[in-house]
């Protein structure tokens, strides 16, 4: 956590004048410390980076990711029936469950969901 201004300064959204070692604006308690994004409004970094046509392109590469790696792990969960030797529950359940979460994910994820498993590193 940065430290508390020591100086005055203007709030970004109500332009407000602070006194020195108030982190937060008196008047409507926006951030000393506030981001470019936060300033302009905008919650997603990516959003105001990348123009529409390349969301769209990008978000449907990252859906098709998780589709492929989706049915992956259901067909290894799948197959874990028939080719282990000793049959594992564990890996089969696990592979069920993640391969069905991103398939979930990859058709009826939103696209900051879809980007937020990207960023995590899952791909």
Not at 101 to 122: E, Q, T
Request: glycine residues 12%.
């Amino acid at each position: 956590m940065p430290p508390q201004p020591n100086y005055r300064w203007q709030c970004h959204r109500c332009q407000t004048i602070n006194e020195p070692g108030i982190e937060r604006c008196g008047a409507c308690g926006f951030s000393a410390y506030a981001t470019g994004y936060e300033i302009l409004g905008q919650e997603d970094p990516l959003s105001a980076s990348i123009p529409e046509s390349k969301q769209l392109f990008w978000e449907g590469i990252a859906r098709a990711i998780h589709l492929v790696v989706g049915s992956l792990f259901l067909g290894a969960s799948g197959w874990s029936m028939f080719i282990v030797a000793t049959f594992n529950p564990w890996v089969f359940w696990g592979g069920l469950l993640i391969g069905a979460a991103l398939l979930a994910i990859g058709i009826f994820g939103s696209r900051r969901a879809v980007y937020d498993l990207l960023y995590v590193g899952w791909v």
